[in-house]
């Protein structure tokens, strides 16, 4: 069953806490995705890889770091720095980074919320 | 002006009616249109995808381009109570690489 798998479903922040979303994706595909969606608000790039051991900062990376270590895992971690954490977090993937000519295909999210 | 607007509903239909969903946008550039759905507390689905201007029709499904006028549309034919979610328009231009422009989304709930 290929699929892109988030977890946790819901996180829970303390102040000054980093916390780690995984994402892991069996779709053998090299481009994976990090957004950002607050309520009522369009999907916003966190970060995103085209290829193993390489990322690149979107338009929102200020307290969010990524690592791409392997093709099928791209976690991302809120750190302390990131002072409004709370949103819902999607992850995504496509074929390749070329998104004009690809489909982005997301998993079910991650709802982060501060204690 | 942003560069991709949407009115963001919410949007309350009977069942069986037409539905007329909507996005405007400023870039010219823009050649990828795409439609998804995203049902409460999960990822988005991809609905509907277009290159260019024109029309393309799944089912009961039809995406309009309108490049002139920098205009597409979502239309939804005999609307279902499981078609109620949240559809988010984006669009990216061939020089955009990894990044898709969203819309905020309209909320369509169709009443059985």
């Known amino acids: 069953d290929g699929g892109i798998t988030q977890s946790p479903k819901y996180l829970f922040r303390k102040e000054g806490q980093n916390v780690t979303l995984s994402c892991e994706q069996n779709l053998n595909h090299d481009a994976m995705y990090w957004y950002r969606q607050d309520p009522g608000q369009g999907l916003r790039l966190i970060y995103y890889s085209q290829i193993v051991n390489d990322f690149q900062k979107g338009d929102i990376a200020e307290g969010y770091s990524v690592s791409r270590e392997k093709k099928e895992s791209f976690p991302l971690t809120v750190t302390s720095a990131q002072k409004n954490p709370t949103a819902f977090y999607l992850c995504?993937?496509?074929?390749?980074?070329?998104?004009?000519?690809?489909?982005?295909?997301f998993g079910s999210g991650t709802q982060l919320s501060v204690l | 002006q942003k560069e991709v607007e949407q009115d963001p509903g919410p949007l309350s239909v009977p069942e069986g009616a037409i539905v007329s969903l909507n996005c405007t946008y400023s870039?010219?550039?823009?050649?990828?249109f795409m439609w998804y759905r995203q049902y409460s507390r999960k990822g988005p689905e991809l609905l509907m995808y277009?290159?260019?201007?024109g029309n393309k029709e799944d089912g009961r499904f039809t995406a309009q381009v309108d490049k002139s006028s920098k205009y597409i549309s979502l239309f939804i034919r005999d609307s279902q109570p499981s078609d109620s979610a949240t559809y988010l328009c984006a669009m990216s231009d061939r020089g955009s690489n990894y990044k898709l422009t969203f819309g905020k989304g309209t909320l369509l709930t169709v009443n059985p």
């Open positions: 277009t290159y260019s201007s």
């Open positions: 870039n010219s550039a823009f050649q990828y």
């Open positions: 995504a993937s496509s074929t390749t980074a070329w998104v004009s000519n690809e489909k982005l295909f």
